[in-house]
Structures are given as C-alpha cells and as structure tokens.
T-cell receptor, first 114, second 114 residues
C-alpha cells in the first residue's frame, strides 16, 4: 500500500497566521483527499484534490480558508489560513489505492491554535 | 447522501471475550462499507471492507464484519478481544458524490480490560 508522509506532524500556531501542511506519497495517485478531525470528533472531508484541476470543496469549506495545491501525482499541500482556535484539529491526507477501493491515510498533522 | 451511524460512544469488554462494535448505514444503491481503527496519536488504519460477495468479511488483526442488508448493518466483531485492541473504531461508507472519498461515523471507543 502507499506510504504517506505528512509535515508537520504537529505545530502550535498563533491566531491570525497561516500554516501549510505537506503530503507526500511514495507512488503516483490520481485522487488525494484532505480530512479534518476536530478534538473528540469524527473525520470530515474538506476537499478532493486531483492533479491538474482545481480542488473540489465540501459544503462548509472554502478555498480562501483552505487553499490546496496539487502540482503533481505524488504531492499536495493544504493551507489553513487566518487561523483561529476553532481550527485546532488533526488534518489528514489520504489517497485512494488504485483499484483497491481503499483509502490510505497519513499519520496526520495536529494543529493547535492559540 | 450516504451515511453511517455508530450508536455506541464506548464499548467495554474483558480480554478474551468476544467484542462487537455496531454500525448501521443509509445509502442509495449498493453500499461500499469500511472499518478503520485509530490508535492514540496515529493515523487511521484500514481493517476491512465490504464491496460485494460474501456477507462475512475478514480483515486485519482477527477482525471480521458481517454485512446484513435487511438490517442495514455492518457490525465489527472479534471472537476474542485483546488489550491491544483498545482504540477508536470508525465505520465508513463511500460517498458516490465525492468519488472515492469516505463518509465516517462518529467513532466508537473500544476499551478492553485485562
């Protein structure tokens, strides 16, 4: 299965700043997904990022707040902009295993906003 | 919309006893159902999936799940629980509107006591 590396693994950020999370996959994948897991909550899909096209955002998430880049088939970034304490969450990158109907997840990036 | 429900926030079981973590689903058409496990401070790990075929699906670490179409359920089971099984378990359904993205239940915390 694909191996996903996320950076940073955790960070403490100040209100009003922005942070970019990187997701690197060890193989080429078409679909990448960004999820958010708020404290004690389940996972919520933020957006789907396919290489060569604009990311598709789920209801409640907008590009100005969560801009996503997908420059190639092995890499993506998610930026959390103008952060507030409500953005304190674990952000997870995931990819679909080609033909396997299974999503593989990175270990996540735990953000704390003060 | 495709969705899953996990009615129990927490399940407690003694080591060596059988365990069941419940999940019901609501989908249009044939469901693609999944179970994932999340250990503390780690990403999600895939356990098993039901796409088609046998209603009893076997997965990693001795876990299995039974797809029951009449009851719209996909309960996770293990014949003999281990203390190391203590973790957070998520049931998920593939959302056709988001390609291969998954919609997750709220999660069930499993505690196995010695």
């Amino acid at each position: 299965s694909a191996v996903i590396s996320q950076k940073p693994s955790r960070d403490i950020c100040q209100r009003g700043t922005s942070l970019t999370i990187q997701c690197q996959v060890d193989s080429q994948v078409t679909m990448m997904f960004w999820y958010r897991q708020q404290p004690g909550q389940s996972l919520t899909l933020i957006a789907t990022a396919n290489q060569g096209s604009e990311a598709t955002y789920e209801s409640g998430f907008v590009i100005d707040k969560f801009p996503i880049s997908r420059p190639n088939l092995t890499f993506s970034t998610l930026t959390v902009s103008n952060m507030s304490p409500e953005d304190s969450s674990i952000y997870l990158c995931s990819v679909e295993q080609s033909g396997a109907n299974v999503l593989t997840f990175g270990a996540g990036s735990r953000l704390t906003v003060l | 919309a495709q969705s899953v429900a996990q009615p129990e926030d927490q399940v407690n079981v003694a080591e060596g006893n059988p365990l069941t973590v419940k999940c019901t689903y609501s989908v249009s058409g044939n469901p693609y159902l999944f179970w994932y496990v999340q250990y503390p401070n780690r990403g999600l790990q895939f356990l098993l999936k039901y796409i088609t075929g046998d209603n009893l699906v076997k997965g990693s670490y001795g876990f299995e799940a039974e797809f029951n179409k009449s009851q719209t359920s996909f309960h996770l089971k293990k014949p003999s629980a281990l203390v190391s099984d203590s973790a957070l378990y998520f049931c998920a359904v593939r959302d056709r509107n988001s390609g291969y993205a998954l919609n997750f239940g709220k999660g069930t915390s499993l505690l196995v006591t010695p």
